[in-house]
């Protein structure tokens, strides 16, 4: 199994950036996938989670209105738009898919900093 993040960088607040998780080793389609952050000194938290199957989302309280998690079973990528981002959403990001028989695979991290 393998989860390659990729898309994070430096931005201003109130910009965007859009994440992509690429996916191999495992039928993609058939399973939860999840973005967590941990910023600096915290402990890891959900960010953003899309089911299989209908690809029912759930968020955050604290970037629901701002952030959307998507999928591409085609591409084995699930990706995640975050508009309006503020300072406290710097963290290193991480995508991760939980299989019952197999437990939790992450990703290395792609790393957000929003500051002027």
């Known amino acids: 199994v393998q989860l390659v993040e990729s898309g994070g960088g430096l931005v201003q607040p109130g910009g965007s950036l859009r994440l992509s998780c690429a996916a191999s080793?495992?039928?993609?389609?058939?399973?939860?996938m999840s973005w967590y952050r941990q910023a600096p000194g915290k402990e890891r938290e959900l960010v953003a989670r899309?089911?299989?199957?209908?690809?029912?989302?759930n968020y955050a309280d604290s970037v629901k209105g701002r952030f959307t998690i998507s999928r591409d079973n085609a591409k084995y990528t699930v990706y995640l738009q975050m508009n309006s981002l503020h300072p406290e959403d710097t963290a290193v990001y991480y995508c991760?898919?939980?299989?019952?028989?197999?437990?939790?695979?992450w990703g290395q991290g792609t790393q957000v900093t929003v500051s002027s």
């Open positions: 080793g495992f039928t993609f389609s058939s399973y939860t």
């Open positions: 899309i089911t299989s199957g209908r690809g029912s989302t």
């Open positions: 991760t898919v939980y299989r019952p028989a197999y437990g939790s695979n």
